[in-house]
């Protein structure tokens, strides 16, 4: 049964946050969501650097490479952690141009983790104390996007995702429905250990939000890997005026779920998505 920690209030604003998505399981829709996060980030012109840490499987290189600043993030190789944590100093701070003006530094961040990568994300949190690091040293809060699917290891990895977070983090659970309606999460909504965290996150005020994904039919999403497109260039390509309808009606869903958690995924200047 998971176990809180000292309380501790979400009342405070911080001035950097760092969105990691993950799915710990291959194929439950990670790289999905942080294609579609990009994209909103994009259009809503938020200025953000995003790393791809699923290095066998880069979408989020692979499509937005070229549309905003992505890096690679080796998130399996000793040491690399390490690197990317004493980076994030560097990227939080002003610098100068070729001219001597000012460019400010990065607020927000978003990762992508590969699938099984839990036991090196708790080592990271648990010996590195990356958490209590970036929230001390970067004025920065991390919020942690679980994208699951129906069955019962979604549910395990959010407790153990909560087991060595606590309440260090703000969490949002993304419902994939290409897997089913809402109501079809059931070993979600009938979990215990998933109603005691959401009790005692709530004591301690931290933010624990659902929103779904929603299901982009077959043909356009394979349209769109198959030509490497990111969701906007879907909706712009004149090829298949089918994929341009499906893609801007998905783009468009996936916003307003975006919307509901937008305070804790760097969007909480936006005015409206």
């Known amino acids: 049964m998971p176990q809180t920690k000292t309380a501790v209030s979400n009342k405070k604003q911080w ?12 194929g439950v829709g990670k790289s999905t969501f942080a294609r579609g996060l990009a994209q909103t980030y994009l259009d809503m012109k938020k200025e953000f650097l995003a790393f791809d840490a699923d290095i066998s499987n880069s ?9 905003c600043l992505v890096r690679k993030l080796d998130f399996f190789t000793e040491g690399n952690v390490d690197i990317f944590l004493d980076d994030l100093k560097e990227l939080i701070e002003d610098s100068l141009d070729t001219e001597g003006a000012v460019i400010p530094g990065k607020s927000l961040f978003l990762l992508e983790l590969p699938p099984q990568s839990m036991r090196i994300l708790r080592d990271v949190v648990e010996q590195m104390k990356f958490l209590s690091t970036v929230e001390e040293l970067y004025d920065m809060r991390v ?8 069955v019962m290891d979604s549910v395990r990895q959010l407790t153990t995702l ?5 309440d260090q983090v703000d969490y949002v659970v993304v419902k994939n429905l290409f897997f089913g309606s809402p109501e079809n999460f059931v070993r979600y909504k009938e ?14 005020e931290i933010p624990f939000l659902e929103i779904t994904m929603p299901d982009l039919i077959e043909h356009a999403y394979d349209y769109l890997d198959k030509n490497s497109l990111t969701f906007n260039q879907g909706i712009e390509q004149k090829e298949k005026p089918s994929v341009k309808g499906r893609v801007s009606t998905w783009i468009s869903k996936f916003k307003e779920q975006v919307w509901l958690a937008k305070s804790i995924l760097g969007l909480n200047d936006v005015p409206r998505l």
């Open 162 to 166: 909560y087991d060595f977070c606590q």
């Open 59 to 67: 979408h989020l290189n692979r499509f937005y490479g070229d549309k």
């Open 143 to 150: 919020t942690i996007v679980v994208v699951i699917s129906r």
């Open 15 to 26: 001035s950097r946050r760092l969105v990691i998505v993950t799915g710990d399981k291959g």
């Open 191 to 204: 979990s215990s250990d998933v109603t005691t965290i959401k009790d005692l996150l709530k004591e301690s």
